[in-house]
């Protein structure tokens, strides 16, 4: 069994699985970014941060995805919510002509609905069913009950590029433009709902941690992935641990899908409930 994400799931490469990645890329008149482990993310954030150029994004294509299909039977493939994005499109298209080609595969795509640390959850847990051993009609059916109980929530300091990508409404992103505000919201349907405006970094962690209360969080895992912001991951996990001690908590990067949409600063929390 393969699991094939695409990149914005942060997760580049994943121990002791056959696991892969196709990345999603950003693209400006004169530079393309493929988010992948040879990219510094930092360099792209602070290079994008002094340019003046527009930048875009675009997601794998049936290709692309494709060629992470070939040489394997059973694969689950999970992609970025298809409310934001052709990813799923491109790679249900490419699910159906492997399979149309070879009846023998079996390849499961997965609209997570979310992206970064949800995603992650969703993998890990892949990995631990196959692990199991289970076959990998119960692993579907297993896999879709999971994501039942996982979310995703954020917190972003700006929304520019979400909003001139056309991917949150102006209205939206002007909240977030003033100086200190930052958007404190969930993943919703697959897309962005807005919950809840922020003065400062200390009362927006504490919103994230009473909105994971909120939606149901009692001690289950947490994903933690930022945009240059370690300090306040950190702070958040320690805000978590207070109350559940024992949570299995792990932060990582944004990669550079995840860093130009959440920007720096930005948090984004998968969590189970
Ligand atoms: O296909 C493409 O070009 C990719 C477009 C992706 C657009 C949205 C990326 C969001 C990244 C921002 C905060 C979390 C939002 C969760 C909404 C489901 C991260």
């Not at 993310?41 to 995805?65: G, R």
């Not at 992650?120 to 069913?129: G, R, V, W």
Request: aromatic share 6%; proline share 3%; charged share 25%.
């Amino acid at each position: 069994m393969r699991i094939v994400s695409d990149s914005s799931s942060n997760l580049l490469s994943f121990e002791g699985i056959d696991y892969t990645t196709v990345p999603l890329k950003i693209i400006s008149g004169s530079k393309e970014y493929v988010d992948n482990a040879q990219l510094d993310v930092e360099k792209m954030v602070n290079e994008m941060s002094v340019s003046k150029e527009k930048f875009s994004t675009s997601c794998p294509n049936a290709y692309d995805w494709g060629k992470a299909f070939e040489g394997e039977d059973e694969i689950f493939a999970i992609t970025i919510t298809s409310k934001l994005s052709g990813s799923f499109a491109a790679a249900s298209a490419a699910a159906e002509s492997t399979v149309e080609e070879n009846s023998e595969k079996n390849i499961y795509v997965i609209d997570s609905l979310s992206t970064g640390p949800e995603m992650q959850l969703i993998i890990e847990k892949l990995k631990e069913l196959k692990e199991k051993g289970l076959p990998f009609k119960e692993i579907k059916e297993k896999i879709k009950a999971y994501m039942e109980k996982t979310n995703l929530i954020f917190s972003l300091q700006s929304l520019t590029n979400l909003a001139k990508n056309g991917r949150v409404s102006p209205a939206v992103a002007k909240i977030a433009g003033v100086l200190g505000i930052r958007i404190v919201g969930k993943a919703e349907e697959g897309t962005l709902k807005p919950l809840h405006k922020c003065r400062g970094e200390k009362k927006t962690l504490e919103t994230l941690k009473e909105t994971m209360l909120n939606l149901g969080f009692k001690g289950g895992k947490v994903r933690i992935s930022h945009c240059l912001n370690p300090e306040s991951a950190n702070e958040l996990r320690e805000n978590i641990l207070k109350i559940f001690p024992k949570t299995d908590i792990k932060i990582n990067i944004c990669t550079a899908l995840c860093s130009f949409y959440a920007e720096k600063g930005g948090l984004l929390v998968g969590f189970e409930v």
